[in-house]
């Protein structure tokens, strides 16, 4: 995998199209943990092949931009985990759960009523897929829902142990992890945005199971750890409750936003050795940045990381965005990277 100084890479999810998707249902409530087919406008028999077409479009989109490391967009998912938390064996499908969301709602959730484990791979197609329909060359990431934040957006009727559920989702999210590099992943990214909103019991729980999410795991592993979409929560917090826990783990790259909660990025250097994926992109308005102001935002965490060990990126998915709007932040992002890459060499 060969890349420029200072690549660039969307943290995971694009701009959905209309015809795929009801996008006023999908953003009038909070990120679905349990299915909600409902949200599709195509057909259940057709829907496979609208996701194929959307998931080649977000590709060559991303490659229009300038991007370096592509993803699927998640054109697949209703929302960045419930698709493969709901694959699993031990959840019921046809009871739900209650569990509040990270705003304090309570919301459905997966009811958990025996022994997580992985019935299939989930993801493994959408990698063969997204390595055939990017250029040659390219590098492409694919991501998955961490196992901390599947456990707290479940109800639990059977391990009666928060740890042990988390570890449960992890040995799921492990052999998922090993199947996915097999696949052709460059990068596989766990999205663990919980560690954030829970950090005590992240502390309690969370770093074990990501321990066991990443056992004998060989591929360049990545986590995204965030305040959630910028469409849904609204107060940011100047900064993160839950950090330089995450020195001492094993994933190679650590996804920090610092865009929109204008992050003191002083704080990068208690996460030494770790590659940043710097977020540079405010997802909380639909103004699209200048070139010169992303740049500005990645000389912010030049100041503490080498270049070598930066990533750039949105500070969340672009899910929520209008599919004008996603694009033109993406070329921005492009454009501002290229600007610092040309100052440092």
């Not at 989702?169 to 097999?182: M, T």
């Not at 990501?210 to 940011?236: N, Q």
């Not at 993160?240 to 650590?254: G, M, N, T």
């Not at 002083?266 to 010169?292: N, Q, R």
Request: aromatic content about 6%.
């Amino acid at each position: 995998m060969s890349l420029p100084l200072l690549p660039t890479s969307l943290v995971g999810s694009y701009a959905q199209p209309e015809w795929l998707i009801d996008r006023a249902k999908l953003a009038g409530r909070f990120p679905p943990r349990t299915r909600m087919k409902e949200l599709w406008r195509i057909p259940e028999e057709f829907l496979e092949e609208a996701w194929d077409d959307a998931t080649i479009y977000a590709i060559a989109e991303q490659e229009r931009a300038g991007l370096d490391i592509i993803t699927d967009g998640e054109m697949r998912r209703e929302s960045y985990s419930n698709r493969f938390a709901t694959a699993l064996d031990g959840v019921d499908m046809d009871n739900n759960g209650t569990a509040l969301d990270r705003s304090g709602e309570p919301v459905p959730v997966p009811r958990v009523v025996g022994p997580i484990s992985r019935r299939h791979a989930v993801q493994v197609r959408d990698v063969q897929f997204m390595r055939e329909h990017t250029s040659p060359g390219k590098a492409i990431k694919i991501t998955v829902p961490g196992p901390f934040t599947m456990s707290q957006q479940a109800q639990d009727d059977y391990y009666d142990d928060p740890a042990a559920l988390a570890l449960a989702y992890a040995g799921a999210v492990n052999e998922e992890i090993k199947d996915l590099f097999a696949a052709g992943a460059d990068v596989v990214q766990l999205d663990e945005p919980y560690m954030q909103a829970r950090p005590d019991k992240a502390r309690a729980y969370g770093l074990q199971a990501l321990e066991r999410a990443l056992e004998g795991v060989t591929g360049t592993t990545a986590l995204h750890i965030c305040f959630g979409y910028a469409h849904l929560i609204h107060e940011r917090p100047e900064g993160y409750s839950f950090l330089p826990e995450l020195s001492a783990s094993d994933v190679q790259q650590i996804s920090i936003e610092t865009a929109q909660s204008n992050l003191d990025t002083a704080v990068l250097e208690t996460l030494p050795g770790k590659t940043i994926i710097l977020g540079v992109l405010d997802l909380s308005t639909h103004a699209v940045e200048e070139p010169e102001t992303v740049a500005a935002r990645i000389r912010k965490g030049l100041a503490h990381v080498p270049a070598e060990k930066i990533i750039v990126a949105p500070d969340c998915g672009l899910k929520y965005l209008p599919r004008e709007v996603a694009f033109g932040k993406m070329k921005a992002m492009a454009d501002g990277a290229a600007i610092v890459r040309a100052e440092l060499a």
